[in-house]
């Protein structure tokens, strides 16, 4: 069973910036993403990466956060810029197949 473990959360100011990692434990040729859940709101979609690279993102942060992966090292990444309030949240690693989730990792953007 693949397991998935996110780093880099953590406090940061309004307009700062954070770089989420979550690593594989063992190859994998999946799509894999970025959730988040804010408390009271429902988990949604930060951003996505196929094995290919092909990307898509969330409305909400489009032009602000960047999604990579590095296949070498089973690790997909979330450049976040700009932060805004409205980013706290439980960040999520997501792997498509087969539908393995992280532990999740707390992002939290305030003065």
């Known amino acids: 069973q693949v397991q998935l473990v996110e780093s880099g959360g953590g406090l940061v100011q309004p307009g700062g910036s954070l770089r989420l990692s979550c690593a594989a434990s063992?190859?994998?040729?999946?799509?894999m993403g970025w959730y988040r859940q804010a408390p009271g709101k429902q988990r949604e979609l930060v951003a996505t990466?196929?094995?290919?690279?092909?990307?898509n993102y969330g409305d909400s942060v489009k032009g602000r956060f960047t999604i990579s992966r590095d296949s070498a090292k089973n690790t997909v990444y979330l450049q976040m810029n700009s932060l805004e309030p409205d980013d706290t949240a439980v960040y999520y690693c997501?792997?498509?197949?087969?539908?393995?989730w992280g532990q999740g990792t707390q992002v939290t953007v305030s003065s």
């Open positions: 997501h792997l498509r197949v087969p539908d393995i």
């Open positions: 063992r190859s994998t040729f999946s799509t």
């Open positions: 990466i196929t094995s290919g690279g092909s990307t």
